[in-house]
């Protein structure tokens, strides 16, 4: 009878455990789950930003120090958060016109 009892009270503060746990980590899964959601925002609007800057550029044919340290700025960050390779592709093409002064 000893045994069962304590068998029942280990089994008690194990659900209690776990039900505690759950109100504790629930809380930080909704707050990850935002997060989540947040990054992803941003990188899309980075990646809008930088297709827009990009294709600006391509079409103009040149592009100033300023515009590629613009550039640089957001997609370093952009391509840390797992970017496509369009972006890339558009940034390495930008690289490549030629510098005019500002």
């Known amino acids: 009878m000893e045994h069962f009892r304590l068998i029942v009270e280990i089994a008690i503060g194990i659900t209690a455990l776990v039900a505690f746990g759950k109100l504790v980590l629930q809380p930080v899964r909704v707050q990850a789950q935002r ?37 640089e700025h957001m997609f370093e960050p952009y391509e840390d958060m797992g970017g496509n390779g369009t972006a890339k592709e558009l940034y390495e093409r930008v690289k490549d016109l030629p510098i005019r002064e500002e």
Request: glycine fraction near 2%; charged fraction near 20%; hydrophobic fraction near 45%.
């Open 35 to 71: 997060v989540a959601v947040i990054e992803e925002g941003i990188q899309s609007m980075l990646h809008d930003r930088i297709y827009q800057a990009c294709t600006f550029y391509i079409k103009r044919s040149w592009v100033t120090v300023s515009d590629l340290k613009n550039l």
